[in-house]
Nanobody, 122 residues
């Protein structure tokens, strides 16, 4: 079973940057697509970005396209989310998970970690 630990969140002003990391345990992690999700207060968890097992395929939610970049280091069993040009509406708890595409939606396959808080001030 894959276990995931997110880190890298923090408090940043609008326009700033943060880099999130998701460290995974389990030898099978590298065989899955991996994704980032976020949940803002009072809202449902939403998809942010996903990356293929080799790192060659990426997909983003429209709200972050052009500002966020997902990547993975297979040797380190880690997935990253580089977030630039942050906006107050990016404020949320960010989670990672292994994912698969079901129809038009990316669905999580594993258990959720504790997430990492990102707060963007205006």
């Amino acid at each position: 079973q894959v276990q995931l630990v997110e880190s890298g969140g923090g408090l940043v002003q609008a326009g700033g940057s943060l880099r999130l990391a998701c460290a995974a345990s389990g030898r099978t992690f590298s065989t899955y697509f991996a994704g980032w999700f976020r949940q803002a207060p009072g809202k449902e968890r939403e998809f942010v970005a996903a990356i293929g097992w080799s790192g060659g395929s990426t997909v983003y939610a429209d709200s972050v396209k052009g500002r966020f970049t997902i990547s993975r280091d297979i040797a380190m069993n880690t997935v990253f989310l580089q977030m630039n040009s942050l906006k107050p509406e990016d404020t949320a708890v960010y989670y990672c998970n292994i994912v698969r595409l079901l129809g038009a939606s990316w669905s999580p396959l594993g258990s959720w970690g504790q997430g990492t808080q990102v707060t963007v001030t205006s």
